[in-house]
C-alpha cells in the first residue's frame, strides 16, 4: 500500500515538473514563465523528499523557489512590458536545428540510462535514518568538502560585487559619452 | 526503496535537462534563457541526488548544495546585465547583442 501511494506521488510530481518546465519555455510573459519555474521547483522538491535528500529539498524551497524566483520577480516587474518576448516568426531552420538538437541530447540521455539500467543502476544502498538530513549534511560540509564550502562562499560573495558593480556602472558611462 | 527505481528518476532528470536545452537554444528573450538555464542546473541536481541514493553516500547532496550556490550565483550576475542592458535602452534579445561578435 505504503509503496502505492510512493508511486501516486512520484507520477504526480513528474508530470507536475515536466509540464511547468514546458511551460515556463513556452509563455511569451516571462512573469508567468517565473511563476511556472516556481512550480517545477517545488515539484522537484518532492521528488528530492523520495530520494531522502530532506535537507536539499528543504534548501530548496528556501533558497530556490524563495529567495531566486523573489530576485527574478522583481527584475520582470522592474522591466515591465519591455521583458514581453512574443514567439517572432524568424528563420524557421533555427527552431528545427534547436528542437532536433535538444531531441539528439535526449535520445542521448536515455540510451545511456537505458544501457547501464539492467546492470549496476538497479540495486539501491541500504541508508540509515540520518540519510540527507542536516546534521550529516553539516558534518559533511564541514569535515571532507570544507574546501568547496569556502570556495562556494568565495564564489557568492565575487557574484555579489558583480551584481553591484553591474548594477551602478551606468553613472560613469554617461559621463564619458558626455 | 519504495516507489520507482533510480532509472526512472535518472530518466526525468534527462528529460529536464532536453527541456532546458531547448529553451535556452529556441527563446531570445535572456530572461526566458536564464529561467531555462535554471530548469538545467535542476536536471543535473536530481541526478546528483538520485546516484547519491543510489551509493548511500551523502557527496551528491552535499555537491548538489554547492550547484544550488553557483546557479544562484549565476542568476545574479545573469539579472544584472539584464538590467544594466535595459538601463543603456538597448533591446532585450540575445540575437542583437552582437557587438562581440568576431
Known amino acids: ?178 | 526503496m519504495m516507489g520507482p527505481d533510480v532509472t526512472w528518476y535518472l530518466a526525468v532528470a534527462g528529460f529536464l535537462f532536453a527541456i532546458g536545452t531547448l529553451g535556452v537554444m529556441l527563446r531570445r528573450s535572456p530572461l526566458i534563457i536564464l529561467l531555462s538555464l535554471e530548469i538545467m542546473f535542476n536536471g543535473a541536481n536530481l541526478a546528483l541526488i538520485t546516484f547519491a541514493r543510489m551509493h548511500g553516500e551523502l557527496d551528491g547532496q552535499v555537491f548538489a548544495l554547492a550547484v544550488m550556490a553557483v546557479a544562484a550565483s549565476g542568476v545574479v550576475v545573469g539579472l544584472g546585465l539584464i538590467v544594466a542592458l535595459n538601463r543603456r535602452n538597448l533591446e532585450l534579445d540575445v540575437d542583437k547583442l552582437s557587438t562581440l561578435r568576431g
Open chain 1, 1 to 178: 500500500m505504503a509503496n502505492f501511494v510512493v508511486w501516486v506521488v512520484w507520477v504526480v510530481a513528474v508530470f507536475a515538473c515536466l509540464g511547468s518546465g514546458a511551460a515556463v519555455i513556452s509563455f511569451t510573459n516571462p512573469f508567468y514563465s517565473a511563476l511556472a519555474l516556481i512550480g517545477n521547483l517545488g515539484s522537484l522538491a518532492v521528488l528530492f523528499l523520495l530520494l531522502s535528500a530532506e535537507f536539499v529539498a528543504a534548501a530548496q524551497v528556501l533558497v530556490y523557489a524563495g529567495a531566486v524566483m523573489v530576485m527574478f520577480l522583481f527584475v520582470i516587474a522592474y522591466l515591465g512590458r519591455r521583458a514581453d518576448s512574443p514567439w517572432r516568426g524568424g528563420p524557421s531552420w533555427q527552431a528545427l536545428g534547436a528542437t532536433a538538437a535538444a531531441g539528439a541530447l535526449l535520445v542521448e540521455i536515455v540510451v545511456v540510462i537505458g544501457q547501464k539500467a539492467s546492470g549496476r543502476l538497479s540495486d539501491e544502498a541500504d541508508i540509515s535514518r540520518g540519510f540527507g538530513g542536516p546534521e550529516a549534511i553539516g558534518r559533511l560540509f564541514l569535515t571532507d568538502h570544507l574546501l568547496a564550502f569556502e570556495i562556494t562562499s568565495i564564489v557568492l560573495l565575487v557574484a555579489a560585487v558583480g551584481g553591484v558593480v553591474l548594477g551602478s556602472e551606468v553613472k560613469r558611462t554617461e559621463e564619458l559619452e558626455a
